[in-house]
């Protein structure tokens, strides 16, 4: 995990084209829209049918390691003929840097040829995989999307529609699908809606993908989102939309509007940049400061530490800035360099913070190691006194659905109390907003109900881990100071 990015990690990105010509075109600028949720490696499958040979299915094939933009070039997208596909970026950690893990998976069922890509985490999927195996199947990846290959396979249904169908009603968990067949495409979502996915119209053909940012940079329009449930199919014939699963309570992931999604997206219709000032000018009701001047961790507690000035009165300042020009290839340094590793992405600016209160906004708190460097090089331009607000209430449980989250024991608010943190992290106080905080900044009403697991232990289904309870020494919103 990246030093100054010491964030919960979004494990992936999926898009999807139906009737459009030069599909890859579309599914590489969808992809680097999406780069965001997955920067470990890139990959995509066209289907083509050559006008000369016009029953033929020809399959294109492109997988690379690393950035959108460095593993694909213009002589990939001109290979990958057709004009319908699937698309996948891929962040992961554990056992993740192997091409075979590497999405869409593309096989042949008696049917003919699927292409999919995942974005979430199957939680029966070890359970699933080893009933498969047992009777047979020979699984080619570590990959929990997999199991979705075989269960379509291998189901005895007569269409592939119905064969997705029977797959989907066998797993549990989290799943925004793009499936593509020899002559539709398939958008499907968990009945929890627990990823997003959504779906767009461009050039008279359909495009569907994990975030409107995609749409945007295509160009295309914003139809809606995938409902939780929904597998929506679309082919020659027209569209056409099915719930394979019985109805379960919604349980959207918190994560995506405080800090995976881009704040230009929008999710459930709504803007994700609305969402996070609202968030931040709740934390701002809940755990006030006063100081002199407010500042983001930059780039994503921006939009919070906006919401959070206005609702305070105090004035927004940028107090610190960001060297975007890192690479990915920057070399951990060690140890003993950890304070330089943070300075070489983050300058402060000494005329905003010297001899100021500063009220410092960050989305959430993961490891806190970062945060501390943060807080001691403000501290180190003269700033009077630091007042930390996060916009995440205090992370204390890991998540199964798609989100790679560090074990309990380096989760900082699983180990130590609020009060705890704050003089960990050297700060004159420190405060996170509540998750009923959170609840009204999302505007949660029946029927559109949040994820915060990560927050509660409260996961949406039984996924049979020993869940324990946070050290707590906190009531309402969990504010600490040092006086
Ligand atoms: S546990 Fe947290 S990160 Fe995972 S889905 Fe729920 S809210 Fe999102």
């Given at each position: 995990m990246n030093d100054v990015d010491e964030k919960l990690k979004e494990e992936c990105g999926v898009a999807g084209v139906f009737g459009?010509?030069?599909?890859s075109r579309i599914l590489y600028l969808s992809l680097f829209a999406l780069q965001h949720r997955g920067q470990e490696a890139a990959g995509m499958v066209t289907f083509d049918r050559p006008k000369q040979a016009p029953d033929t299915l020809e399959l294109h094939v492109h997988k690379a390691f690393g950035l959108v933009s460095e593993g694909v070039n213009e002589a990939v997208l001109n290979r990958l003929k057709g004009d319908f596909g699937v698309g996948h970026v891929r962040y992961s950690t554990t056992g993740g840097a192997l091409l075979e893990n590497v999405q869409p998976f593309q096989f042949k069922t008696i049917l003919g040829a699927v292409a999919i890509a995942h974005n979430g985490n199957l939680t029966n999927a070890r359970e699933i995989r080893k009933k498969l195996e047992s009777t047979g199947s020979v699984f080619?990846?570590?990959?929990?999307?997999e199991v979705f290959v075989h269960l379509i396979a291998r189901s005895e249904s007569a269409t592939i529609r119905e064969r997705i169908g029977d797959a989907l009603r066998q797993v549990t968990g989290a799943y925004s699908l793009a499936i593509i067949t020899k002559d539709a495409l398939y958008a499907a979502r968990d009945p929890r809606g627990l990823r997003p996915l959504v779906l767009g119209k461009l050039d008279g053909g359909h495009v569907v993908a994990s975030e409107t940012c995609a749409l945007d940079l295509i160009g295309a329009e914003y139809v809606r989102d995938v409902e939780p449930g929904e597998v929506i199919e679309i082919s020659k014939e027209g569209s056409s939309t099915w719930y394979p699963q019985d109805k379960k309570p919604l349980s959207f992931c918190s994560f995506e509007p405080i800090?995976?999604?881009?704040?230009d997206s929008l999710l459930h219709g709504e803007s994700i940049y609305v969402r996070r000032r609202r968030i931040g000018e709740v934390l701002a009701e809940e755990c006030p400061a006063e100081g002199d001047v407010v500042i983001a961790i930059p780039d994503s507690g921006m939009a919070m530490a906006e919401g959070f000035a206005k609702r305070s009165g105090i004035p927004l300042a940028m107090g610190l800035v960001r060297?975007?020009?890192?690479?990915?290839?920057f070399l951990q340094p060690d140890q003993n360099q950890r304070d330089t590793s943070v300075k070489l992405k983050l300058n402060p600016i000494k005329s905003v913070l010297y001899g100021k209160r500063v009220i410092v906004v960050d989305d959430s708190l993961v490891r806190g190691t970062t945060a501390a460097r943060i807080l001691k090089m403000i501290k180190s331009q003269g700033a009077k006194e630091i007042h930390f607000r996060v916009g995440a209430p205090p992370i204390t449980h890991s998540c199964f659905y798609g989100v790679d989250t560090p074990n309990r024991e380096e989760l900082m608010a699983a180990q130590k109390t609020v009060a705890a943190i704050r003089q960990h992290l050297d700060a004159d106080s420190l405060g996170f907003i509540s998750e009923a905080g959170l609840r009204k900044a999302l505007e949660e009403v029946e029927g559109k109900s949040y994820c915060m697991a990560c927050f509660s232990g409260a996961y949406p289904e039984n996924i049979g881990t020993s869940i324990t309870k946070q050290p707590t020494d906190a009531k309402g919103p969990g504010l600490f100071s040092k006086r």
């Open positions: 459009i010509e030069n599909a080619q990846s570590t990959s929990d999307t800090y995976f999604a881009r704040p060297n975007h020009y890192i690479g990915r290839t």
